[in-house]
């Protein structure tokens, strides 16, 4: 700065990071004629908001200036290919362009070659970003504006550059919410999602729905830091958020297809949180499996069976107790379609083999009479409302979404018993559990991982009031936008996996399940000072301090009091920080590093004891370093 703007006095702090500290600081160090210089765009956005604060009665806000003003740098026209159209974006893209001449000539007239080539080369070095220019430069048009520009670098670089120029800052904002669902071509989405967009729109809830019969994820745009959804919205728009912040609200109709369960398994698998995961919403919308469940753990549920063939009939029909009417279903289906009742032998014969034609699968269960059945939605085990549906006129179901009237219902000390169970058994998030009363008890019919919240009966259960669907959506809402209700489900590693630990470099380790304890990593010629341990391992000293002693049982009843140490450590990309290890010999062991229990589970890893190999890494990548140095240690 100084070198290109010579003769002026430049003062500069990375503490000043806005104009507003940049005028507090000028005040307290008594410069009285203050005039900003900023883009012909910001020119009265900024004279509006800061005047307000010259010689303001707050001393801790106040600027004491005789004289302030705010001007334009001048025109700038983001067409232009000259200094005229030049901004700090398009700087630094010449620079991964290597386009030094251009660069020069948009530079300040008083800079020096030598000096702008100082910096043009830092911008590069820093950068290190021409590998992804190359990529942002493939998906720009020839005529691609700055807001274009920018865009696709946001898009595309690393958030720690995107720090670096301030276009990216850590931030406690509030979880972005994503809904997962349909949108049939040429109509808007569905009476939930739209409600649940008004709502969040009212909460100040970033909130957007996913349609995945349009939206699609590139393999690239995924990482553990963020993702891109593209067409999102089906106008072309792309979607960017950070899994770690993000919570996926999961509707039925999202994963009738390939297209949206491949949508789903991915956001799940990079660490969005998704209510309900795909175990959960499989589970619910299962009728059969379900049902096993339910007569599994002693809830009262009807009976059922499963219907594979003509030759399944009367087996199945003896198991529902072999009197009509009673139920068909296909296994899966919601709102109550796929549901059928049957009065007689003949019309069951013949309205299974109509819907065999169309490959369905079927369940058969018991007919229970009822003027009515209850919904009541759960939200991680805890009831949020209830409201009776009932039965229509000519119609044996009870579907809101067909018509059907609801009105309040509160629920006895009984059912809500039931009804915990029931959502607990399902794995749901969020669950609809639906129930009936039969000879004066309730009995569950059918468990829902993506119940509708369009009717106005919905009763809160502590208040006894009406809050209807917008009233319990604004509960889930208000539940899940506190990251601490989060339930982080468990990403699945293999047996044998990579972990960086310092100073030793990448390493093979072993996942031992049967570890409660700490961390093992393999230490020789421990001796102990004080609170300090100085060991050998990787064929080198090492000496850390003695975070505690831990007594291991090491088989026969023998118990090993190891020392206890902190090393920083990385694995599957994340940083951890320091991460507890005990040391001990492990000469004959294949694996250097033995990873806890307590280390997967607090770090939500899931072993599959299938998976034997490295995975998400090259192994030919890791540092075979470690235990070729250690087994010359072990022969000296």
Same mark, same amino acid.
């Given at each position: ?8 006095? /430049? ?28 883009? &012909? ?29 705010? /001007? ?35 530079? *300040? ?48 670089? *690393? ?16 979880p972005t919410f994503l809904v997962l669902t349909t949108k049939p071509t040429g109509e808007d989405y569905g009476t939930t999602t739209?409600?649940?967009?008004? /709502?969040?729109?009212?909460?100040? $809830? ?22 891109? !959804? ?7 728009? #792309? ?22 369960? @491949? ?14 995961? $795909? ?19 002693? !809830? ?12 399944? /009939?009367?087996?199945?029909?003896? %198991? ?28 069951? %014969? ?57 009105? #309040? ?11 915990? %169970?029931?959502?607990?058994? &399902? ?40 809050? @209807?669907?917008? @009233?319990? $959506? ?6 899940? !936008? ?15 996996? *990579? ?40 064929? #080198?000293?090492?000496?850390? %301090? ?31 920080? @320091?991460? =507890? ?12 590093? =033995? ?26 990548? !890791? ?8 087994l010359k240690g072990i022969k000296k």
């Amino acid at each position: 700065m100084k070198k290109s703007f010579r003769g002026v006095k /430049i003062k500069g702090s990375k503490k000043l990071k806005n104009p507003f500290n940049v005028a507090k600081h000028l005040s307290d160090e008594g410069y009285k004629d203050v005039t900003l210089v900023v883009g &012909s765009d910001r020119v009265s956005e900024i004279k509006r908001q800061m005047s307000k604060y010259v010689n303001h009665s707050n001393p801790k806000l106040a600027f004491y200036f005789d004289k302030f003003d705010v /001007i334009s740098a001048g025109q700038r026209n983001p067409d232009d290919a000259g200094v005229a159209g030049m901004s700090a974006t398009k700087m630094r893209a010449l620079a991964v362009e290597n386009n030094f001449e251009s660069f020069f000539a948009a530079s *300040p007239s008083d800079a020096k070659e030598k000096d702008t080539k100082k910096v043009f080369n830092l911008i590069r070095k820093e950068l290190r970003i021409k590998e992804m220019w190359d990529l942002v430069s493939q998906i720009l048009p020839e005529n691609a504006s700055e807001f274009m520009v920018n865009r696709e670098m946001f898009n595309h670089l *690393p958030k720690s550059l995107l720090k670096e120029f301030n276009l990216y800052e850590e931030s406690d904002k509030k979880p972005t919410f994503l809904v997962l669902t349909t949108k049939p071509t040429g109509e808007d989405y569905g009476t939930t999602t739209k409600a649940m967009v008004r /709502i969040a729109t009212e909460m100040d $809830i970033p909130l957007y729905p996913v349609s995945v019969n349009d939206a699609y994820v590139a393999t690239q745009d995924t990482s553990e830091e963020n993702i891109v !959804i593209h067409n999102y919205y089906d106008n072309g728009s #792309k979607l960017r958020f950070s899994p770690e912040n993000t919570i996926c609200l999961v509707r039925g109709s999202a994963i009738l297809t390939q297209a949206g369960m @491949g949508i789903l398994r991915t956001l799940q698998e990079y660490g969005v949180y998704c209510i309900n995961n $795909i175990a959960a919403m499989d589970f619910s919308r299962n009728k059969f499996t379900t049902a096993l469940a339910l007569e599994r753990y002693k !809830i009262p549920s009807p009976k059922t069976a499963l219907l594979s063939s003509i030759d399944s /009939i009367d087996l199945a029909l003896e %198991k529902v107790g072999g009197e009509f009417p009673v139920v068909i279903k296909t296994i899966s289906g919601a709102e109550g379609i796929g549901v059928s009742i049957v009065d007689s032998y003949e019309s069951l %014969k013949s309205v299974l083999q109509s819907l065999w034609k169309h490959e369905a699968e079927l369940i058969i269960q018991e007919y229970i009479e009822s003027d009515f059945d209850v919904r009541t939605v759960v939200v991680d085990n805890n009831i949020v409302a209830s409201m009776k549906r009932l039965k229509g006129e000519k119609d044996f179901r009870t579907n809101k979404s067909l018509g059907n009237d609801t009105k #309040k219902y509160i629920l006895s000390s009984e059912e809500i018993d039931v009804i915990k %169970k029931t959502a607990k058994l &399902s794995g749901c998030d969020i669950s609809g559990v639906d129930h009936l009363i039969k000879n004066g008890k309730p009995m569950v019919i059918e468990i829902n991982g993506s119940p509708g919240f369009s009717a106005e009966s919905y009763t809160d259960q502590k208040t006894k009031k009406i809050i @209807g669907g917008d @009233g319990v $959506i604004k509960r889930i809402l208000e539940y899940f !936008i506190d990251k601490n209700n989060w339930k982080r489900k468990s990403k699945t590693i293999g047996v044998i996996e *990579p972990i960086t630990v310092e100073p030793f470099g990448t390493v093979k380790a072993k996942v031992d399940t049967g570890n409660f304890g700490y961390n093992v990593i393999d230490a020789r010629k421990i001796e102990i000072n004080d609170n300090y341990v100085t060991f050998k391992s990787n064929g #080198k000293k090492h000496k850390e %301090k003695i975070i505690k002693f831990a007594k291991i049982n090491v088989g026969s009843g023998v118990l090993e009091n190891r020392p206890v140490i902190k090393l920083n450590t990385v694995f599957y990309g994340k940083d951890l920080g @320091g991460v =507890l290890y005990s040391l001990t010999s492990r000469r004959d062991n294949d694996y250097k590093i =033995l990873l806890s229990k307590d280390f997967l589970s607090s770090h939500g890893y899931l072993v599959d004891v299938n998976r034997t190999y490295l995975t998400d890494t090259n192994e030919s990548k !890791i540092n075979e370093a470690f235990e070729k140095n250690l087994l010359k240690g072990i022969k000296k």
